[in-house]
């Protein structure tokens, strides 16, 4: 039996070595990839697993701070060389998997710097379509990522989630009949861009949306779409409609929170509404205009602003009657009451 040297000298027995083969692929099947391939005793089973994880979120909470507000280390060459390596990790990984799993399930990449090579990424992405893979998750950090996705990832047909952040969408055209679920985050999307999104993916069933703003009007038709979550959405200054359109008449489970400047909500159709949790909120036009230093309006005015909040909230309660249950947050009860 295998065995290896504690610190006081003694000799304790390696028991996760001795399991079979196809145990430990199952071991190696959920831990981060950088951690599957350590072993010598795994030095082969690791390219079996058919989950690739690359991730720096550890290293960057430790070195960095928060990893979703990272702090830039001083030493700027330290930094650049450390994600070299791990280019030159992931390219290995990739590789030498090729010739023995036959799919990936999951392709995971989550690291701020990495997103500054496109020919690599798309490179990446195009051998995840390849091998028919089924989850993919791209998290980028900092400013948009302007990358043209490769046509095998936008008509990747074994899709089944998607995870974006912090992605620019070009106009190709997305074909992916399989994928059920889709999280955006930070993104940047017109109305086509979003439509182009929908009427791309007919299976999908469950779309969540963070800080993702742009677009004026959601219009979702399938009979299978069921569960939308929108939070802090938000709009270009080059219009003077300040208003999100929800057109959606199959739509069941329906969150919307956050911050929403001064955005106008509409419910226009969600007459199959079965759980509704309004939890948002819609700042001041007082705070608004103080913030862009304009000049507050009159009394008269403001008086106007507040019954058309009024109204929506009204318009609210009579779209979502039926609803089995109904959360609402405390911005509805300063309008209402």
């Not at 690739?52 to 830039?72: A, C, H, L, M, W």
């Not at 705070?287 to 403001?302: F, K, L, R, T």
Request: aromatic share 12%; proline share 3%.
């Amino acid at each position: 039996m295998a065995s290896s040297v504690k610190n006081d000298g003694s000799r304790r027995n390696d028991r996760i070595s001795q399991l079979p083969d196809s145990l430990l692929v199952q071991i190696l099947y959920l831990l981060p990839t950088k951690d599957a391939i350590l072993s010598k005793r795994w030095h082969y089973l690791w390219t079996f697993v058919y989950n690739f994880i690359f991730t720096r979120r550890s290293q960057e909470s430790k070195f960095y701070g928060d990893p979703y507000n990272p702090v830039v280390p001083k030493d700027d060459t330290s930094r650049r060389h450390k994600f070299e390596n791990l280019r030159s990790f992931i390219d290995f990984v990739l590789v030498h998997s090729i010739s023995i799993s036959p799919k990936i399930k999951k392709f995971e990449l989550d690291c701020k710097d990495l997103f500054r090579d496109d020919s690599q990424i798309r490179r990446w992405l195009s051998f995840a379509a390849e091998r028919k893979v089924e989850d993919v998750v791209f998290l980028s950090y900092g400013s948009l990522l302007d990358c043209t996705l490769p046509e095998s990832f936008c008509t990747c047909s074994s899709l089944i989630t998607l995870h974006l952040r912090h992605w620019y969408f070009t106009d190709a055209v997305i074909a992916r009949k399989s994928l059920t679920s889709i999280k955006l985050e930070c993104l940047l999307l017109n109305d086509d861009e979003i439509l182009n999104i929908l009427s791309g993916c007919p299976a999908l069933e469950t779309m969540e949306l963070y800080e993702v703003g742009g677009f004026r009007r959601l219009k979702i038709s399938s009979s299978k779409f069921k569960r939308l979550n929108l939070k802090n959405h938000w709009l270009l200054n080059d219009n003077n409609d300040h208003s999100l359109e929800i057109i959606a008449p199959y739509l069941q489970h329906l969150e919307i929170s956050g911050d929403l400047k001064d955005i106008k909500c509409r419910l226009i159709d969600v007459s199959s509404m079965v759980n509704a949790n309004l939890t948002f909120h819609i700042a001041c036009i007082k705070d608004i205009q103080a913030d862009q230093g304009e000049i507050v309006d009159e009394e008269d005015n403001w008086h106007g602003y507040q019954q058309g909040f009024r109204t929506l909230v009204q318009d609210y309660l009579q779209k979502l009657s039926c609803t089995t249950e109904l959360t609402i947050g405390c911005w509805f009860t300063e309008v209402y009451f």
